[in-house]
């Protein structure tokens, strides 16, 4: 396919911006451990198969032509983002004990990491108008059947994104080091990282639907 490694340099820039996936995966790395964080990744990469797949079915229109769809994605991102940010300013404490890092851990931690992950990308109306927008671009339907370049390029977005969020899960592992043995910098890491989400949260609230 042609331009594919300019498809793959887009989506480097677009992973490399910081957002709330990003803030997230390092979160839990550097809080709950990489496994956790892992876990976390593989919710994102489901949502970003989803929003692929949305965008392939034209629902992406929906967002852009039915105002309370929009809407109602746009709240239900903020509300959720707004409340994660919180949740991590109210934690007691973020350092993770390194004397647990091997105990056994019940599957349905496992779960929780997935489905957060999973909300917080599939909740923001914009990663799935990215993808109805960025996609097209890359697709020509002079060289090739169209719905097989849109599940070529849907996968290499995921993949890439993938990648990604366990390269940042690797950065979140040592920070959380970091932390269990300099406590001070769990304070500033707590607020950074709870500002950051809340922050996007009301970005997210802020923006207007795309006419």
Not at 81 to 103: C, E, F, K, T
Not at 143 to 158: H, I, K, P, T
Not at 165 to 174: P, Q, S, V
Request: include cysteine; glycine fraction near 10%.
């Amino acid at each position: 396919m042609a331009n594919l490694e300019v498809f793959i340099g887009a989506l480097v820039a677009v992973c490399l911006v910081p957002g709330a996936d990003m803030v997230l995966v390092l979160h839990t790395s550097s809080t709950q451990g990489r496994a956790y964080a892992v876990a976390t990744a593989v919710g994102l990469a489901i949502a970003r198969a989803v929003h692929v797949t949305l965008a392939a079915l034209g629902l992406a229109v929906l967002l852009k032509t039915v105002g309370w769809a929009f809407e109602l994605v746009r709240v239900v991102g903020v509300v959720y983002l707004i409340w994660l940010g919180l949740r991590i300013a109210r934690a007691p404490s973020l350092v993770p004990d390194l004397n647990d890092a091997h105990m056994p851990v019940a599957r349905r931690a496992y779960g929780t990491a997935v489905w957060r992950g999973l909300l917080t990308n599939i909740s923001n109306p914009k990663a799935l108008l990215f993808c109805s927008v960025l996609l097209p671009q890359f697709i020509d339907a002079s060289v090739g059947e169209v719905g097989g370049q849109f599940l070529l390029l849907g996968v290499v977005l995921v993949i890439v994104g993938l990648l990604f969020d366990l390269f940042y899960a690797m950065i979140g592992a040592a920070l959380g080091y970091w932390m269990a043995r300099n406590p001070k910098v769990e304070v500033v890491q707590r607020w950074t990282f709870a500002s950051l989400l809340i922050g996007f949260g009301l970005r997210l609230a802020l923006i207007g639907r795309p006419q």
